[in-house]
């Protein structure tokens, strides 16, 4: 499950639909699915065909196009040069959609002046409306599997803010062993103040 972070203030959010209400607020979806679907390296045709379904409503309810699967390890050639395109802040001219099957990353959210972190992990689906201001990286194992939507392939390109906020803020994955030690804090009202 995604561990939501307001790096500013130290807080983080505990439990499925304390994590999405508090995403919600900020105009931003977050859902969680089944992963039982396929064994790990199955093929992208097979992850696709295995979340039809899930694809076709999606489409659906964001106007979406197409949809692929990128599988991004340690050994992806070019990787360093990838992940440097989207670390710094950013925006898109349409939505960014992603349903994790394996890896880890943190989407950073720059948000009416604060900065929010969404680690996702396998099994969390995440919505960022296009144009908001965000930044992403993996983990520290390198690795993201995951099921993308489009509208157009040809716009999805990042537009940098050259802000530099995100200077200010350090990747901290916490991952699975950290699942344990978190605890669950209403926080939407004062993020919203």
């Not at 807080?11 to 859902?31: C, N, P, R, V, W």
Request: aromatic share 10%.
């Amino acid at each position: 499950m995604a561990v939501l972070r307001f790096p500013d203030t130290n807080t983080t959010i505990d439990g499925e639909a304390a994590i999405a209400a508090e995403l919600a607020a900020l105009g931003i979806d977050y859902e969680r699915w089944p992963l039982d679907r396929v064994d790990g390296d199955a093929t992208a045709e097979a992850v696709l065909a295995a979340y039809a379904d899930e694809i076709a409503e999606m489409k659906q309810r964001g106007s979406y196009t197409t949809a692929d699967v990128i599988d991004v390890t340690p050994e992806t050639p070019g990787l360093e040069a990838m992940l440097a395109r989207f670390d710094k802040e950013h925006t898109h001219s349409e939505d960014e959609v992603r349903f994790i099957l394996a890896g880890r990353g943190i989407f950073f959210l720059h948000i009416d002046g604060k900065v929010v972190s969404v680690e996702v992990g396998p099994g969390d689906m995440l919505r960022l409306p296009k144009g908001t201001t965000h930044w992403f990286t993996l983990c520290e194992d390198r690795r993201i599997r995951a099921i993308r939507w489009f509208q157009d392939t040809t716009g999805w390109a990042p537009s940098y803010t050259d802000s530099g906020v995100d200077a200010g803020y350090q990747p901290l994955c916490f991952g699975p062993a950290y699942l344990g030690s978190r605890v669950e804090t209403p926080f939407a009202d004062s993020l919203r103040a």
